[in-house]
């Protein structure tokens, strides 16, 4: 039996979230699966991997062959790294110790990175809103500029009407009682 380590897609639509599967070749995408290793949710930024490392070891060394896209989820997560250390170890290379801390190392600088990404998004995320924040403000400065002269326009106009108003004869019988002198 040929075993796959694949993505199992689930999530509704447009919104995919995968589970990362030991499965047989044979199966279905969504079908029968031997073991579930982990999640992947590709709808953040960064996207969240939740991954067994040590399943996901095992798995590769008693054979099962990743996917393209499951390859790279599994370098990310460093479960390809720790399949080659394990290899190292198993042919004399490499002590457990040593193995053991060349991979922590790698999850140290990996942490950093991302500590890294996630830091620079959220600045990015902030600068963008102080942009919007000035930009929306001097639409309203903008705006506020633009309606006092139209005030003071508005304002001119009735003082001729009241100036008008006043020349006029006030009722209807006054008007009457002027026309007849």
Do not use: C
Not at 7 to 29: E, S
């Amino acid at each position: 039996m040929s075993v796959k380590i694949r993505l199992q897609r689930h999530g509704k639509k447009g919104k995919p979230f995968y589970w990362i599967v030991a499965a047989d070749a044979r199966a279905k995408r969504d079908g029968k699966y031997l073991e579930k290793i982990g999640t992947y949710n590709p709808n953040v930024n960064p996207a969240i991997i939740d991954l067994d490392i040590d399943k996901a070891v095992e798995w590769l060394q008693n054979g099962a062959q990743p996917t393209d896209t499951a390859k790279n989820i599994l370098s990310y997560k460093g479960a390809m790294l720790k399949n080659h250390l394990v290899g190292g170890i198993r042919k004399g290379a490499l002590t457990q110790e040593q193995a053991d801390a060349k991979f922590a190392a790698w999850v140290e600088e990996k942490a950093a990175k991302i500590a890294d990404k996630e830091a620079g998004l959220s600045k990015a995320e902030s600068e963008a809103k102080a942009k919007a924040l000035a930009a929306e403000k001097a639409v309203n400065e903008a705006r506020i500029e633009a309606a006092k002269p139209v005030v003071e326009e508005v304002a001119e106009p009735a003082a001729e009407t009241e100036v008008a108003e006043e020349a006029a004869p006030e009722t209807i019988d006054e008007a009457q009682e002027k026309a007849a002198e």
